[in-house]
C-alpha cells in the first residue's frame, strides 16, 4: 500500500467518523465527546458503559447510532428477573414436517451488532456475567455449542447512578470489560432549549444510514494499522502504574485513596483510544496528547478507590487528572 | 533514504546547538559556584588570617576540593552530547508538534516500515525540513553568565581591595604588639624610680597593658588607672613645689638661707640639699652645746609633708640666733621629700608623653567606636529634647557639668551657658565636667603651736598651716560620691581623691598655673 492509498485511507477515516457524529448530533443534542467516545469504542473493539442520570439521553443516543450506522439492534432491559438464557438464547423443541423433533437454538437478542443493555446493574450478577462473557468472548456457548457473535459486536450499557436500591453493581472483574466508561451531564440551558425544541413537535428529526457494516470494519482496521513509537507507549505505562498503590511509579493521591489500580487492560484501552483519536486529529501516529486525551474513560472504571475516597468525596477523575499532570512524557 | 537524511540531519544540528547551550549554561553555571564561593573566601579571608590561620588554610582545601569537583561535574555534564532522540523531544515541545518527530525517529529504526509508519516519517520529514532551528535553540548568553560576570567583577574589586585590607588588619595587628612593646617601654622608664605609690600604681597599670589577651574594656580601665596615677603623682609634685616655694620665702628672710632659698627657686634641689647639710654641719657644734636641752623641744607636729616644711621653714627663719637643728634635719628631709616627688613626676611625666603617643595606635585598635570614647555618649540622652526642653536626669546632668565649666576670664557668659530651658538655644561646647577653684575644695587652716617659753618670746605658738576641706568641698564631695554611686563611667566619675579623672589635668594645671600667677 503506499503512502498515497494511507492517506487516503485516513482522510476517509476522518471523514466518516465525522459523518457518523454529525448525523448522530442532528437528534443528539450536545455530548460531542460522548459521541466521539462511543465512537472510539466501537472501532477500537471496545464495549461502552454509559452511566448518566435518567433522561439525559443514553438510550436514546444508542437508538440514533444504531439508525446511523446501519447496524443489526436490540435492546435488552434489564430486570431482576432477567436469565441468560433471556439474554443469549436457548435451545428449542422443534417439529419438523415428518414429525421428528430436534432441539433448535433460538438466538437471544443478543445475537446483534448493537446491543443495548439498558439499566444493567438491575439484572442479576448471573444474568450480567453472561453479557460479559459474551462481549470479552465475541461468543456464545449455549447447549454445548458455541455461537459466534456478528461483527461488529458492540454492547452499550447504561446504569442509573442514583437508584442504588434493588441493583446489583457490577464486579469490578466486569467493570473492567467495558472499553470506556462514559458519564452524560446534565444539559446546560442552551441545550435544554434545543432538546425543547427537537422533541416538542409535530416531527422529531430523523437520521439516515451514513455507514455500512464493511466500512465500519474497516474503519476497524484503519485504527489498529495507526502505529505507536516506543515512548509514546511507555507513557501509557506509565500511566497506568501511577495508578497502582503498591508501585514505585505510584502518585501520591494513588498511594492515600487507591485499593486497586487500573488492569492491563486499562494500557490496552489507552492505546487503542488514543490511536482513534489520533486518527480523528489527522495523524498517523500517537502521540502523548493522545494518551491523555482518551485516559479518563478508559481508567475512571478500572481505579478503584478506597473507603478514604469515598469518605472524602474523592473520585476516579480527580485522581486521574493528578496522575496525568504528575507523569512525564518519555524522552526518545 | 531521504526522509532518514532529513530528519536526522536536522535533528543532529539541533542536537548540537542545543549541546553548545548547555555547556554554556552549565559552564556559566560552574563559574557562578566558584567565584561565589572566592568572594565569600576573600570576605573571610583577612579575618581568618589574622585570627584563625588554620581554619583559613583548611576552608581553602575545601574551596580547592569544591572547586575541582565543580569542574567535573560541569565538565562530565558539557560532554554529554544530546542525542537524535533528545533534539527530537525538544523540537516537538518547542514546536509543539506532538510527539512527531520523537515518534518518527522510533519509527525509523523499524524495519520493514509500514505503509502507517512510512507515511508518518515522510510527514516529520516535511515537519522537520520546516524548523527554525535558531528559533528553538537560540544562541544567547544564559541568566547564569551574566550572574558570573557579576560576582567575577566582584571579585575582582574584592582582589584588588584585599590587600588593603589586610594591610589595615595587619597595621591593627602590628599596634597591638606595638602597645604591648610600648607598654614594656614605658614600664622600663620607670625603673629606678623613686619609691612613690602613684609610681607603683602607674607601673601596675602598665603592666595591665602589657598584657597580651587585655580586653579593650580592661584597656581603657587600665589606661584611666595610669592616668590617675600620673596626675595624682603631679598633683602631689604641685603641692610638693607649693610647699618648697614657701619654704624658700620662709628660708629667705635669713641672710644665711639666701643662698638655699635661691637654689630651691630655681629647682636646683641637689644644690639646696649640699647647702642644706653643709650648714647642718656649720651649726653641730652649736647643736651639742644645746645638748641638755629636751629632746622633743621645738618640734613641730606634722601632719603633711608641705606642712611640715613651712614650719622648719618658719622654725629656721624665726630663730637664726638659735640654729634649730632638728628643723633643719626636718627641712632636709622634706627637701628629700620633695626632690623624690619632683623626680617621680618627672618619670612619671615621661610616661605620659610616652602614652600619648602610643594613645593614637591604642584608639585605632579598639573596637570601641569612635563616639565610646566621647563622655557624651555614654549619656543617654545628653541634650535637651526641642519638644519639651526636658532631658534625662544623667544626660541633663552631663550637660550641665560641660556647660558650667569655667574659663579664663569668660565671665561674661557666666551663668548663662546652661542653653535655654526650651532646649532651643544651643549649648557651649561640651568640655568636660565641672571644676572647681582649688579655694573652694581646700581651706588654709593654721594651728597655733606651744613652745617653751624660753623658744617663743610672745608666749604664743607658731601657727602650723594646713589645707582641710572647705565646707564648700565637703558638700561637694557629697554630691559627687551620689554621682559617682549611680554608675557614671570610670572616667566621668571620681576617685578616692573626689576629682573627676577627666578634669585632672585641668586641677593639675589650675594648681601649676595659680603659683604662676602668684608669681606675677
Known amino acids: ?332 | 533514504m531521504k526522509e532518514r537524511e532529513t530528519i536526522i540531519g536536522v535533528l543532529q544540528d539541533l542536537g548540537r546547538r542545543l549541546w553548545i547551550a548547555q555547556a554554556i549554561r552549565e559552564t556559566a553555571f560552574g563559574v557562578c559556584v566558584v567565584l561565589f564561593c572566592l568572594v565569600c573566601f576573600k570576605l573571610i579571608e583577612p579575618v581568618l588570617a589574622s585570627d584563625l590561620p588554620s581554619a583559613a588554610a583548611a576552608i581553602r582545601i575545601v574551596l580547592l576540593t569544591l572547586i575541582a569537583a565543580v569542574v567535573v561535574e560541569v565538565a562530565s555534564h558539557s560532554a554529554r552530547k544530546v542525542t537524535v532522540g533528545q533534539a527530537a523531544a525538544q523540537a516537538d515541545a518547542g514546536a509543539h508538534l506532538k510527539d512527531e518527530l520523537k515518534s518518527a525517529c522510533w519509527f525509523l529504526s523499524e524495519k520493514p516500515m509500514s505503509p502507517f509508519t512510512l507515511l508518518q516519517v515522510q510527514r516529520a520529514a516535511a515537519t522537520a525540513a520546516r524548523l527554525d532551528l535558531a528559533a528553538l535553540a537560540p544562541r544567547r548568553l544564559p541568566t547564569n553568565a551574566l550572574f558570573a560576570a557579576g560576582l567575577g567583577l566582584v571579585l575582582a574589586a574584592l582582589t584588588w581591595l584585599t590587600p588593603q585590607l589586610s594591610r589595615s588588619w595587619d597595621s591593627i595587628r602590628e599596634a597591638g604588639a606595638q602597645e604591648r612593646r610600648q607598654s614594656a617601654d614605658l614600664r622600663s622608664l620607670l625603673k629606678d624610680a623613686p619609691q612613690d605609690p602613684e609610681v607603683a600604681k602607674l607601673d601596675l597599670a602598665l603592666g595591665k597593658l602589657q598584657q597580651a589577651g587585655i580586653s579593650p574594656e580592661d584597656r581603657m580601665r587600665a589606661l584611666a588607672d595610669a592616668r590617675d596615677a600620673i596626675d595624682q603623682a603631679n598633683m602631689e609634685a604641685s603641692a610638693a613645689r607649693e610647699s618648697l616655694e614657701n619654704l624658700a620665702e620662709s628660708l629667705r628672710a635669713d641672710p644665711k638661707f639666701e643662698h638655699v632659698a635661691r637654689a630651691m627657686d630655681d629647682g636646683r634641689m641637689d644644690d639646696a640639699l649640699v647647702l642644706m647639710h653643709k650648714l647642718k654641719t656649720d651649726t653641730a657644734g652649736v647643736r651639742e652645746e644645746k645638748a641638755s636641752e629636751p629632746a622633743g623641744k621645738g618640734e613641730v607636729p606634722e601632719s603633711g609633708t608641705g606642712q611640715a616644711q613651712e614650719s622648719a621653714g618658719r622654725h629656721l627663719s624665726g630663730k637664726s640666733a638659735a640654729v634649730n637643728q632638728d628643723a633643719m634635719t626636718r627641712v632636709i628631709n622634706a627637701l628629700e621629700q620633695a626632690k623624690e616627688k619632683i623626680e617621680a613626676q618627672d618619670r612619671v611625666n615621661n610616661v605620659r608623653r610616652h602614652m600619648e603617643d602610643s594613645l593614637i595606635t591604642t584608639t585605632q585598635r579598639s573596637r570601641l567606636t569612635g563616639s565610646q570614647f566621647d563622655n557624651r555618649s555614654n549619656a543617654p540622652n545628653p541634650t535637651p529634647l526641642p519638644e519639651t526642653g526636658s532631658t534625662n536626669v544623667r544626660g541633663g546632668t552631663l550637660f550641665r557639668q560641660a556647660a558650667v565649666a569655667r574659663e579664663k576670664g569668660d565671665n561674661a557668659h557666666e551663668g548663662s551657658q546652661t542653653g535655654d530651658a526650651s532646649g532651643d538655644s544651643p549649648a557651649l561646647p561640651l568640655e568636660g565636667a565641672a571644676t572647681r577653684r582649688l579655694d573652694a575644695q581646700l581651706k588654709l587652716e593654721a594651728i597655733l603651736q606651744k613652745y617653751d617659753a624660753g623658744d617663743e618670746p610672745n608666749g604664743k605658738g607658731d601657727p602650723g598651716w594646713f589645707y582641710s576641706a572647705s565646707r564648700e568641698q565637703k558638700s561637694v564631695l557629697q554630691a559627687e560620691s551620689v554621682r559617682t554611686d549611680i554608675g557614671y563611667d570610670r572616667e566621668v566619675g571620681t576617685d578616692h581623691s573626689r576629682v573627676p579623672m577627666r578634669q585632672k589635668n585641668i586641677v593639675k594645671n589650675y594648681f601649676l598655673n595659680l603659683h604662676e600667677s602668684e608669681k606675677k
Not at chain 1, 443534542?29 to 452511566?51: D, F, K, P, Q, W
Not at chain 1, 480523528?280 to 474513560?297: F, G, I, K, T
Open chain 1, 1 to 332: 500500500m503506499s503512502s498515497v492509498a494511507v492517506d487516503r485511507q485516513i482522510q476517509a477515516f476522518r471523514e466518516q467518523f465525522l459523518l457518523v457524529r454529525d448525523e448522530i448530533s442532528r437528534v443528539i443534542v450536545g455530548n460531542e465527546e460522548i459521541i466521539s467516545g462511543v465512537m472510539t469504542c466501537l472501532l477500537a473493539r471496545g464495549h461502552v458503559l454509559l452511566e448518566g442520570i435518567p433522561g439525559v439521553g443514553k438510550t436514546r443516543l444508542v437508538q440514533t447510532m444504531a439508525d446511523v450506522l446501519h447496524l443489526k439492534f436490540s435492546r435488552i432491559q434489564f430486570t431482576p428477573d432477567l436469565m441468560p438464557g433471556d439474554i443469549i438464547g436457548t435451545n428449542i423443541v422443534r417439529e419438523d414436517d415428518l414429525g421428528r423433533k430436534s432441539f433448535e437454538f433460538q438466538r437471544g437478542p443478543i445475537f446483534a451488532n448493537m446491543v443495548l443493555a439498558d439499566e444493567i446493574n438491575r439484572a442479576t450478577p448471573k444474568t450480567q456475567s453472561a453479557l460479559l462473557e459474551a462481549m470479552q468472548e465475541n461468543s456464545v456457548s449455549a447447549a454445548g455449542r458455541t455461537h459466534a457473535l456478528d461483527q461488529p459486536f458492540f454492547v452499550l450499557a447504561t446504569q442509573n447512578p442514583i437508584e442504588m436500591e434493588g441493583t446489583y453493581p457490577l464486579p469490578e472483574a466486569q467493570m473492567d470489560r467495558f472499553f470506556f466508561k462514559l458519564k452524560l451531564d446534565f444539559p446546560d440551558i442552551d441545550q435544554l432549549h434545543l432538546i425543547i425544541d427537537r422533541t416538542t413537535r409535530l416531527a422529531e428529526p430523523s437520521v439516515e444510514r451514513v455507514l455500512e457494516q464493511g466500512q465500519i470494519l474497516q474503519m476497524r482496521e484503519t485504527a489498529r494499522a495507526i502505529p505507536v513509537a516506543r515512548p509514546v507507549q511507555e507513557y501509557a505505562i506509565k500511566v497506568t502504574l501511577a495508578t497502582h498503590p503498591e508501585s514505585d511509579q505510584a502518585h501520591e493521591m494513588t498511594k492515600k485513596y487507591v485499593r486497586f489500580g487500573s488492569s492491563p487492560r486499562g494500557t490496552q484501552a489507552l492505546i487503542l483510544g488514543a490511536k482513534v483519536h489520533a486518527l480523528m486529529n489527522d495523524r498517523v501516529y500517537v502521540s502523548c496528547e493522545d494518551v491523555r486525551a482518551v485516559a479518563l474513560p478508559a481508567l475512571r472504571h478500572r481505579v478503584l478507590l478506597n473507603f478514604e475516597a469515598e469518605a472524602q468525596r474523592v473520585d476516579a477523575d480527580a485522581i486521574l487528572a493528578q496522575i496525568l499532570e504528575w507523569v512525564p512524557e518519555s524522552g526518545a
